[in-house]
């Protein structure tokens, strides 16, 4: 139907109606006995001590708390699952224009649903039986809801479920879920319902972070399914569109790490990234950290991802190609003289782009880019950790060796074939204008025996 306003919020009609019965429920539950001197009593308990309260209301959360699932509960519990659900789907369809008249039956499905996360308390035991159960086609099918709430809830469920834990053992059980899950066509379903969800909304905001996190568990428990993901789904499509979107948040953050996972060490995916157009679209959202730093730690590990997917699609050669058409050497350059946090990405990036990419040397040279290179390699130029970074990586030994490694890249291109190339000469140039010990010790390294 239309859509129901609340507040600043607007949601679709079901699903606000649903939330709105809740609330209701609840003020109604808080209003009983207010005729009867509730009012009295609650002036009189903000008298009582602290202390007292809060002995209650340890009191009050133990006797509230949930029941651990065992094997014979959840069997019940599923079959309550099964019931309601196909129960909503039958009043859906006799009551399709009276959404009143199923409200009841989905506040209920949905709090099943949310019981069902109990089995995370005792996976080794608890898995197998959801497993083998046709909740798990159930709830594969309700991410498709009509319902968005209840859409929202199954990806809330299967972030937690899929969330294997190495100190309690529950990796297998976790793989396990996922192959149940992708064998009921779940991974599909969360793609297509994740491009349908409005981040403008809080809760929906929410629900692409649980999806993300469904398929970030996905890749870590079973990385055989990278190349199958972007082959059956329109997932490659929706990440790149998300990254380009301006404001920075942590989804943003999350789209750029999936993005990375998913083309590391995977052909395939390189490719469809490519042929996607991805590599300009990247470059387009390093752009624009050219005179800037990341403005938190969140924006600069979207950056380091960002460069951390580049290197990785540069390992092809159509890839390398279309880098350099697309100006990537120039942004590298760009970046390596704006002297910011993006430094050491665009070195790195220079080092794999370069790789048996004659294009990519001579732009290199071309872009006036060997006087940022050499003061780097001298030591006149340095490139430091990034902000907040706490690992104990050495860059400046990483700097290094990837100044040595570009340096190798000019010497072979510039030196194959019958001719001694551009990129050659000026590097030797270089070098002759150099005064001191660094000769020597490139000379040592191995950098210029490359050439012969």
Request: glycine share 6%.
């Amino acid at each position: 139907g239309g859509t129901t306003k609340i507040g600043k919020e607007t949601r679709k009609g079901t699903g606000t109606e649903i939330r709105v019965k809740i609330e209701a429920r609840n003020v109604t539950e808080n209003m009983v006995g207010t005729e009867t001197g509730t009012g009295i009593q609650s002036a009189a308990k903000q008298r009582q001590d602290p202390e007292q309260l809060l002995r209650e209301a340890e009191q009050q959360a133990e006797a509230n708390e949930v029941q651990l699932l065992d094997e014979r509960s959840l069997r019940k519990m599923l079959n309550a699952f099964e019931k309601k659900a196909k129960e909503n789907l039958e009043l859906r369809m006799k009551y399709a224009d009276e959404p009143m008249k199923f409200i009841d039956n989905e506040v209920d499905l949905m709090s099943l649903i949310r019981g069902i996360a109990q089995v995370a308390a005792d996976p080794n035991t608890l898995y197998p039986l959801l497993i083998d159960s046709p909740a798990v086609t159930t709830l594969a099918g309700l991410l498709s809801h009509d319902n968005t709430d209840i859409a929202m809830e199954v990806m809330d469920l299967l972030q937690e479920l899929t969330d294997a834990d190495e100190e309690e053992d529950n990796e297998e059980v976790a793989g396990m879920l996922v192959d149940a899950l992708t064998d009921a066509n779940a991974l599909e379903l969360l793609v297509e319902r994740l491009s349908k969800l409005n981040e403008s909304v809080d809760e929906e905001a929410n629900a692409v972070n649980h999806a993300l996190a469904v398929l970030e568990h996905t890749l870590e428990l079973r990385p055989n399914m990278a190349e199958p993901l972007l082959e059956r789904t329109k997932l490659l499509k929706w990440l790149l569109q998300r990254i380009r979107v301006r404001a920075s948040d942590s989804n943003k953050q999350y789209v750029s790490e999936v993005l990375s996972i998913l083309m590391q060490g995977h052909e395939a995916n390189q490719k469809r990234l490519n042929e996607a157009n991805g590599i300009d679209t990247l470059l387009v959202c390093l752009a624009g950290f050219k005179n800037r730093d990341p403005a938190d730690a969140e924006e600069q590990e979207f950056m380091e991802n960002l460069f951390d997917t580049l290197c990785s699609c540069l390992l092809l050669p159509a890839n390398r190609a279309a880098f350099v058409e697309c100006e990537g050497v120039e942004l590298m350059h760009l970046l390596l003289k704006g002297k910011k946090s993006s430094r050491y990405g665009a070195i790195k990036t220079m080092d794999f782009a370069t790789t048996r990419s004659p294009s990519a040397c001579d732009r290199l040279v071309e872009a006036g880019a060997l006087a940022q290179l050499f003061a780097i390699f001298m030591g006149r130029s340095k490139i430091k950790n990034s902000k907040g970074d706490k690992t104990d990586r050495d860059v400046a030994k990483e700097v290094e060796e990837r100044c040595v490694s570009i340096i190798s890249n000019l010497f072979q291109v510039g030196s194959s074939g019958d001719c001694v190339g551009l990129s050659h000469v000026l590097c030797i140039n270089m070098f002759t204008q150099a005064h001191g010990g660094p000769i020597a010790w490139v000379y040592s390294s191995g950098v210029c025996g490359a050439a012969a």
